[in-house]
């Protein structure tokens, strides 16, 4: 069972146009994060949201985390081929040990 | 410049070897890392917890005496694939955590395992 369900896993589009990709759970997370991941490379952190509604940005890339922390999304606008990457979404569960688990991945192609 | 440095990047084996990937910490104490693995153009499926002095906790399903977990010093993390197979043939990726922050959060870029 996946406990974060992300969506589209795969994502093609044109540069210039903009997207949503959607981190969605069942669960509460104390924070959850968003990464991008090259191939042949470990992830590397973009952002993260702790509070319940709260909104980040990062240049052309919004991040929102829902009200009841289940659920987050990242936006794109003007999309460019050097957005091309895996971006994965990532949350640090409250119960328990301290672990982070991630999202399925959401494969994003900008075509020029 | 990269913070967790692991080695080695792509290691190709027999079957039936042994191989052993290091995660090491280069500027900071890591009392915790984490060791994952990846399948291709699949997410990262968190294997153990490597604590420092003290055993590694393993995700259910994981085989704790099939991939042993060393965590002997506050920057160095040790994992080892034991008589590996071709089923074993993945992407790993440790990470290690600067202090209590999970901001903190560097990976390292991974080790290609290929198992003939």
């Known amino acids: 069972t996946q406990l974060l369900e992300q969506s589209p896993q795969f994502l093609s589009i044109q540069e210039g146009e903009n997207l949503t990709v959607y981190c969605n759970s069942s669960?509460?997370?104390?924070?959850l994060q968003w990464y991008r991941q090259e191939p042949g490379e470990g992830p590397v952190l973009l952002v993260t949201?702790?509070?319940?509604?709260e909104v980040k940005k990062l240049k052309r890339l919004t991040f929102q985390f829902g009200d009841a922390r289940k659920d987050s999304s990242l936006h794109i606008t003007a999309a460019q081929p050097g957005d091309t990457g895996l971006y994965l979404c990532?949350?640090?569960?409250?119960?328990?040990?301290?672990?982070?688990?991630f999202g399925q991945g959401t494969r994003l192609t900008i075509n020029p | 410049g990269a913070v967790v440095s692991q080695h080695p990047s792509r290691v190709i084996c027999k079957s039936g070897t042994s191989v052993k990937i290091e995660c090491r910490s280069l500027?900071?104490?890591?009392?915790?890392m984490f060791w994952y693995r990846q399948f291709p153009k699949q997410s990262l499926m968190l294997m153990a917890t490597?604590?420092?002095?003290?055993?590694?906790?393993?995700e259910q399903g994981v085989e704790k005496d099939k991939f042993l977990i060393n965590h002997a010093s506050l920057t160095l993390s040790t994992l080892t694939v034991t008589s590996a197979h071709p089923e074993d043939s993945s992407f790993y990726i440790c990470?290690?955590?600067?202090?209590?922050?999970?901001?903190?959060?560097?990976f390292g870029s991974g080790t290609q395992l290929s198992v003939l």
């Open positions: 990532a949350g640090r569960i409250i119960q328990g040990a301290q672990k982070l688990v």
């Open positions: 500027d900071f104490q890591a009392t915790t």
């Open positions: 990470s290690a955590r600067d202090g209590g922050s999970w901001e903190k959060l560097f």
């Open positions: 949201v702790v509070t319940g509604g």
């Open positions: 490597s604590n420092e002095g003290s055993k590694a906790t393993y």
């Open positions: 669960s509460v997370f104390s924070s």
